[in-house]
């Protein structure tokens, strides 16, 4: 799927300085404690904390905001009958799309001005064709470096940076970008920088910070593993975290000949922060970083309960990702809780049937790959239409489309007529993640 972005011309990015909130002392007065326990709880809760987190959570919902009391009434439930997790089930769930037109009512009522100032509020980017406003608060924001230390105690990386040091740099290629630096009163008051690719000699300046870790996303990360083979730079950070979308596993082994860190690749949501993290074993599973967040799956969709924000609380939100659930069990790498397996991608990538089950549409992906196409995008726009958007040096005669117009109506049971529309532009920009398959549909 990636390689459809190989073609992409680059872009001028645009970047603009983003001013950081830095009350330090402040930080570290409020949120020491409160990390610090975090970070425990990520090693290993003891069994009941999770309980008590999420019975916290409900409260929260069920007390402080407007839209969650009505809705646990209508489905008979109330935080105090909670008893283990598997209660959670009785509780209504929150769509997208809920999420998305009464984002106002999810606040706690709690919510301060100071509170609006040290937190965040943003928008997904709207991947599942749903873009959702959320409120992260500032516990939750500071939970990432709680769990940045856990990964570095877990994949025993040495001793903690020294205090004034590079702790982390975020790596960007993104067309427009914030750039800023910021300290981490939680981390020894090391500096984290966000760095452009673009930005003058960004090679050297990355050289010259030697942060103790390098995040950013598989992109990002591919640009250093090609700039250290060209020797623009030599850099030897103790860990590498890769997120946004899943790292390829040979970029993961040159990472780690090259610089010689821990590599981790982790998913994580714009709404919550960090969910999971990879297995360094090579198992494939994504451990859930429990404690921190509660997750179900119900028909195939991976379900979450966010356990780090009270002020903005998200009870069983779809995260639209689908993949299965593995209860809890010890694994290769030493990690003993639940896991996230066969992640298969957004729920809006997969078609609807006549019958209203989902359909894989990446079962075409070859059909695809013997036509001459630059890039391209295939759009369900209705139950008996699907449109092939695509890029290339030249308009495709429909005959050669054919193989794909027999295939779509024993895919989704139904007649599909197939529409062509070829583009000049490119469809995705280079540093985009591609959205090859997409339904227009609710299911
Ligand atoms: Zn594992």
Redesign the pocket.
């Known amino acids: 799927m990636n390689d459809v972005t190989e073609c992409t011309p680059p872009r001028t990015p645009e970047l603009f300085a983003c001013p950081v909130r830095k009350r330090y002392l402040y930080q570290l007065w409020r949120y020491r404690r409160p990390t610090h326990r975090w970070k425990q709880a990520l090693h290993g809760a003891p069994s009941g904390q999770s309980v008590e987190g999420l019975a916290e959570i409900l409260r929260v919902a069920e007390e402080e905001t407007g839209h969650y009391p009505r809705a646990f009434a209508e489905a008979g439930a109330h935080w105090g009958d909670l008893r283990s997790q598997c209660d959670l089930v009785h509780f209504p769930s929150l769509t997208r799309s809920t999420a998305q037109e009464r984002w106002r009512e999810l606040f706690s009522r709690r919510v301060t001005a100071d509170d609006i100032d040290e937190g965040w509020l943003g928008a997904t980017s709207g991947s599942t064709g749903e873009p959702v406003r959320f409120f992260m608060d500032a516990m939750s924001i500071h939970f990432f470096t709680a769990f940045v230390r856990f990964l570095w105690e877990r994949e025993g990386c040495g001793a903690d940076p020294g205090i004034g040091s590079t702790g982390i740099v975020l790596l960007c290629t993104l067309p427009r970008s914030a750039i800023y630096r910021t300290r981490l009163p939680l981390w020894r008051f090391t500096l984290f920088r966000k760095l452009h690719w673009s930005e003058p000699e960004a090679p050297r300046q990355l050289e010259t910070m030697a942060p103790a870790v390098v995040t950013g996303d598989p992109d990002s990360l591919q640009r250093l593993a090609e700039a250290l083979e060209a020797h623009e730079l030599e850099l030897a950070p103790r860990l590498i975290l890769s997120s946004a979308w899943a790292m390829p596993d040979a970029l993961a082994q040159r990472l780690r000949e090259l610089t010689g860190a821990a590599v981790v690749d982790y998913y994580s949501l714009a709404e919550t922060g960090p969910v999971a993290w990879r ?3 090579g ?1 494939g ?1 994504l ?1 859930l970083l429990e404690g921190a967040v509660e997750v179900e799956e119900q028909n195939g969709e991976l379900l979450l309960t966010n356990l780090r924000n009270r002020l903005f609380p998200l009870v069983r939100y779809h995260t639209g990702d689908l993949a299965r659930l593995e209860p809890a069990r010890p ?3 030493g ?1 003993r809780g639940s896991s996230i397996v066969e992640f298969s991608g957004r729920v809006a990538a997969r078609f609807v049937a006549c019958d209203g089950s989902r359909a894989d549409p990446s079962q075409l992906q070859p059909l695809l790959s013997a036509l001459p196409l630059r890039q391209f995008q295939l759009v369900q726009t209705a139950r008996d239409e699907v449109l092939l958007r695509y890029s290339g040096e030249r308009e495709i005669a429909p005959p050669s489309a054919a193989p794909i117009a027999q295939a779509l109506p024993r895919l989704l049971g139904r007649p599909t007529s197939l529409r062509l529309e070829h583009l000049d532009a490119p469809l995705f920009l280079a540093g985009e993640k591609p959205i090859v398959y997409r339904s227009l549909l609710e299911i």
């Open positions: 297995c360094t074993a198992t599973r451990h694994c290769a790498c990690a």
